[in-house]
């Protein structure tokens, strides 16, 4: 038997040079044969992409010209109660308007009223687009004032600002009725201080003088305040007063005449280049004691000290700095009225501001038991309550004013700003026709009828102007 082999495998041996290129393998694609050809868009669908892109961008316009318009009913009817869940609290809720106003005005999606003048006027021989006013409180640092003349005022009144920061009163303070649209406040004239509203009010100058290409720094502001821009110092704009309102600190001993000077001299010497009006808050119910300085021989010390600053203001600026006088609707008897009437006149006071808010309850009948406690709160109660009682003390001052006149030589006719229960147009028709030359809102902006939060009060602040203006004729002299 032949023997067996064995069968060896050996693994075959490869080399590659080392100068050989390296294997690559690459897989092929396999391409399919195209089954249709490329055309260019026809006429047809050209004109639909433009109908498309045209209808977008229209229909994103006029969303931005309803919701930045005054008068959209999307201000009174979505964002009020949305914002009431939000913010429950009435002074949380005004801080969150405040800060949303400043946000939108920055991005240029502020509301604004697109009609133009409505019932021009001329107060302190200045043209202004409207008899219609927004009271201090509504922007107490003067953080938004040209958003409030966006919203149709042709005057705003910031403030009341203090010499020294105070926190005011403690918290809780304001509180509301809702079944007859009123509000309680103690704010205490909360205030930032004299120099933070001077710098926000110099900025805003400033700013203004940049755009205007009028220089920087002192030099834009030298322009601006000596009134070669040819618009009003404060507010900035042709048919537009910025008022400035200007009080005592609460630690300030008002008995003393010259510590109560030297606070109110401070506002005005800070502050009075910046405004068109100063007005002086002698009125507030929540610092004690401050209603006094409307006793005859007290006020006349204070106005004309006050009167004199501003006569120096006024030597460098072409426009006169005005002076106002806030008085209390309580201080109502015959001879606390002849009383400020011959300060102002004797002092040369440009004119009154009737009134502020009242310590009395009017108009609190029949509410509930949840509202009939709030009444109990200490504070300045304020709403259309209150409208009577103005419309008395703007007859009674205009007539006791115009009578102190007569006998003044050289003397021009005081003006009047009624502030208390104006919430349409039917009640700012009557306090003009009764001598106020400027209706003043505040209450009917903040009440929760229209919104916690200034930014969506809009429509009830155009209705006053076009209800008033229905009624009187253009062109009355006011």
């Known amino acids: 038997m032949p023997p067996i082999r064995r069968f060896q495998y050996h693994r075959p041996r490869f080399s590659l040079p080392l100068s050989s290129p390296r294997l690559s393998f690459r897989p092929t694609v396999c391409r399919h044969a195209s089954t249709s050809t490329h055309h260019p868009p026809t006429l047809l669908t050209r004109l639909r992409t433009l109908f498309v892109s045209t209808t977008i961008v229209f229909s994103l316009g006029t969303l931005y010209f309803y919701i930045t318009d005054t008068r959209a009913s999307i201000h009174r009817y979505i964002v009020p109660p949305l914002l009431r869940l939000l913010y429950p609290s009435a002074e949380a809720s005004h801080h969150a308007g405040t800060s949303a106003l400043r946000t939108l005005y920055s991005l240029n ?11 021009p006027i001329t107060v302190f021989g200045q043209p202004l687009a409207s008899p219609l006013a927004i009271s201090a409180g509504l922007d107490k640092n003067a953080e938004v004032p040209d958003v409030l003349f966006a919203l149709g005022a042709a005057i705003v009144e910031v403030g009341g600002v203090t010499p020294l920061p105070q926190p005011g009163n403690a918290k809780p303070r304001v509180f509301r009725l809702p079944s007859i649209e009123a509000l309680i406040n103690r704010y205490g004239l909360n205030s930032e201080g004299v120099d933070a509203v001077a710098a926000r009010l110099r900025k805003r100058v ?6 205007s290409g009028k220089g920087v720094g002192q030099r834009g502001e030298d322009w601006v305040c000596s009134g070669e821009a040819d618009v009003p110092v404060g507010s900035l704009q042709e048919g537009r007063l910025l008022a400035v309102q200007i009080g005592a600190n609460k630690a300030t001993d008002l008995e003393n005449a010259e510590a109560v000077k030297r606070d109110y001299m401070l506002g005005v010497k800070e502050l009075g280049k910046f405004a068109d009006v100063l007005v002086v808050n002698v009125s507030s119910p929540n610092t004690a004691g401050l209603r006094g300085l409307q006793d005859g021989g007290k006020l006349r010390g204070l106005l004309g000290a006050v009167v004199g600053e501003a006569k120096r203001i006024s030597l460098s600026r072409r426009e006169r700095l005005r002076v106002m006088v806030k008085v209390s609707p309580d201080e109502d008897s015959e001879g606390q009225v002849r009383g400020v009437c011959g300060a102002v006149v004797g002092t040369g006071v440009d004119g009154v501001i009737v009134g502020n808010t ?14 009939s406690a709030v009444t109990s709160e ?7 309550a209150m409208f009577e009682k103005t419309l008395d003390l703007v007859g009674r001052y205009r007539t006791l004013l115009d009578e102190a006149v007569l006998g003044e030589k050289d003397t021009e006719r005081k003006v009047i700003f009624a502030s208390g229960g104006i919430t349409d147009g039917k009640r700012a028709t009557e306090v003009l026709e009764k001598g106020a030359s400027v209706a003043m809102v505040y209450t009917a902006l903040v009440s929760t009828r229209v919104s916690p939060v200034p930014f969506i009060v809009c429509p009830s602040l155009l209705s006053i102007v076009d209800d008033a203006a229905d009624i009187i004729s253009m062109g009355t002299d006011l």
């Open 206 to 211: 400033r700013r203004f003088a940049r755009a």
């Open 378 to 384: 200490l504070g300045g109660y304020s709403g259309p």
């Open 109 to 119: 999606s502020h509301p604004r009223e697109r009609s133009g003048p409505i019932l």
């Open 358 to 371: 009242t310590t009395t309850r009017p108009g609190i009948q029949g509410l509930g038991a949840e509202e």
